[in-house]
């Protein structure tokens, strides 16, 4: 049974940083995505972060330079490092991880649809 448990949530004020965790169990890291998604107060679950096999990352323009993505294979661990957090950023964020489909092109890396598991989320919220 695969289980991913995210944590490192809280509230910070506008320009801080968090890190938040998503451990998994169950599952572990191969070719196939695993990644940080987010779902803001009455939106949409958007991709921000994802690692595919050879541990390349691929960002949103939204976090760009200030998110990165990394993963530690000995405690089959995924990170997610906030920096320079905005009010905007404010959500709940969402571990998932294995594509439902073997192969999927590039274009559809941050496509919360494509994704097999999921965490049950941990809130963030920035303060202005």
């Known amino acids: 049974q695969v289980q991913l448990v995210e944590s490192g949530g809280g509230s910070v004020q506008a320009g801080g940083s968090l890190r938040v965790s998503c451990a998994a169990s169950g599952y572990k890291f191969s070719r196939n995505g695993m990644g940080w998604f987010r779902q803001p107060p009455g939106k949409e679950r958007e991709g921000i972060a994802i690692?595919?096999?050879?541990?390349?990352?691929h960002y949103a323009d939204s976090v760009k330079g200030r998110f990165t993505i990394s993963l530690d294979n000995s405690k089959n661990t995924l990170y997610l490092q906030m920096d320079s957090l905005k009010p905007e950023d404010t959500a709940m964020y969402y571990c998932?991880?294995?594509?439902?489909?073997?192969?999927?092109?590039?274009?559809?890396?941050?496509?919360?649809?494509?994704?097999?598991?999921w965490g049950q989320g941990t809130q963030v919220t920035v303060s202005s």
């Open positions: 690692i595919t096999g050879g541990l390349r990352p």
């Open positions: 998932a991880a294995d594509w439902t489909r073997g192969i999927i092109p590039d274009t559809q890396y941050l496509d919360p649809k494509v994704y097999r598991y």
